[in-house]
């Protein structure tokens, strides 16, 4: 079992940079790690990903402006967004999917707020 905190949101203005961070309480070596959005009114969706073999997978919103990447010794999954744009509006989520039970874990979220 993993726990998954989320930290780093807040309010930026467009055109901005955030870094999210999403540390885990045990080794995150066998999970594919996920951050996902839900901003108000929408479903949640699929950001980026990143497999345990490093693989990287982006939402077509947010290519070439955002970047996932992991940290196995420190248990983090940071999350470089750049050129924020108001419709990132979100709060931005961590999850970790175990690559071979697919039994997975959710964080409680960071609020990100891009003003215009």
């Known amino acids: 079992q993993v726990q998954l905190v989320e930290s780093g949101g807040g309010l930026v203005q467009a055109g901005g940079s955030l870094r999210l961070f999403c540390a885990a309480s045990?080794?995150?070596?066998?999970?594919?790690m996920v951050w996902y959005r839900q901003a108000p009114g929408k479903q949640r969706e699929l950001v980026a990903t990143?497999?345990?073999?490093?693989?990287?997978n982006y939402a077509d919103s947010v290519k070439d402006r955002f970047t996932i990447s992991r940290d196995n010794a420190k248990t983090t999954v940071p999350l470089q967004m750049n050129s924020l744009k108001p419709e990132d509006t979100a709060v931005y989520y961590c999850?970790?999917?175990?690559?071979?039970?697919?039994?997975?874990?959710w964080g409680q979220g960071t609020q990100v707020t891009v003003s215009s």
């Open positions: 999850n970790a999917q175990h690559s071979i039970t697919l039994r997975d874990y």
């Open positions: 045990a080794s995150i070596f066998i999970y594919t």
């Open positions: 990143i497999t345990r073999d490093g693989d990287t």
